[in-house]
């Protein structure tokens, strides 16, 4: 109940491609849901989050997708560039479960020029 | 916006040692933070949750005599690895949750030798 399970491990994609990662959870108690970026040897880094009273959310290139009823939400990175080439991590958690974080295993993703 | 120090960003050590990794929030009082462990192209794990003035909550599996977390003011928590092992090396990241959000630090690479 308390996994966040992510897909695909990898990814790769042409220079403004649009790079689709996807979540699954199973605690209907989350209520936020992060994604996060993260460069080697650095902390992750807030790039958009949701809560489930909402379909869609976007910010600049990056738009999170949440379907409730299936228990599932996807980042898609619109106009990709080499940059956006990072580790990706979704997080969800439940203030009621003391807010902590639970985080999906991780996308690795490859922006070609 | 929120902004968390993490100290140091490397460290060495001898075996039997102990290191202490210092987390400050620079701008916000943290009163929850929390303390991950990472390895290489791994997910974060939640080793411990500390709250200011009380004693940290371990996750399961999480040697507390070994990482001992300190959460003695708003803006500071240290964890201090032990008697530090060769498999203690890892890389290390303190988050703090403001409003809702969490905030994370660049994290602290050990190497233990």
């Known amino acids: 109940q308390q996994q966040v399970k992510q897909s695909p491990q990898s990814l790769i994609v042409q220079k403004g491609g649009i790079p689709i990662i996807n979540c699954a959870y199973e605690n209907t108690a989350f209520d936020y849901f992060p994604w996060y970026q993260q460069f080697p040897g650095k902390g992750p880094a807030l790039l958009i989050a949701?809560?489930?009273?909402?379909s869609e959310k976007k910010e600049g290139r990056f738009t999170i997708s949440f379907n409730k009823s299936a228990k599932q939400f996807s980042l898609h990175i619109m106009d990709s560039q080499p940059g956006d080439s990072a580790t990706y991590f979704c997080?969800?958690?439940?203030?009621?479960?003391?807010?902590?974080?639970?985080f999906g295993q991780g996308t690795e993703l490859s922006v070609k020029p | 916006g929120a902004v968390v120090s993490q100290h140091p960003s490397r460290v060495i050590c001898k075996s039997g040692t102990s290191v202490k990794i210092e987390c400050r929030s620079l701008d916000f009082q943290a009163t929850t933070m929390f303390w991950y462990r990472q390895f290489p192209k791994k997910s974060l794990m939640l080793m411990a949750t500390?709250?200011?003035?009380?004693?940290?909550?371990?996750e399961q599996g999480v040697e507390k005599d070994k990482f001992l977390i300190n959460h003695a003011s708003l803006t500071l928590s240290t964890l201090t690895v032990t008697s530090a092992h060769p498999e203690d090396s890892s890389f290390y990241i303190c988050?703090?949750?403001?409003?809702?959000?969490?905030?994370f630090g660049s994290g602290t690479r050990l190497t233990v030798v």
């Open positions: 949701i809560r489930p009273d909402v």
């Open positions: 997080a969800a958690t439940s203030y009621n479960q003391g807010g902590k974080l639970i």
């Open positions: 988050s703090a949750r403001r409003g809702g959000g969490y905030t």
């Open positions: 500390s709250n200011e003035g009380s004693k940290a909550t371990y």
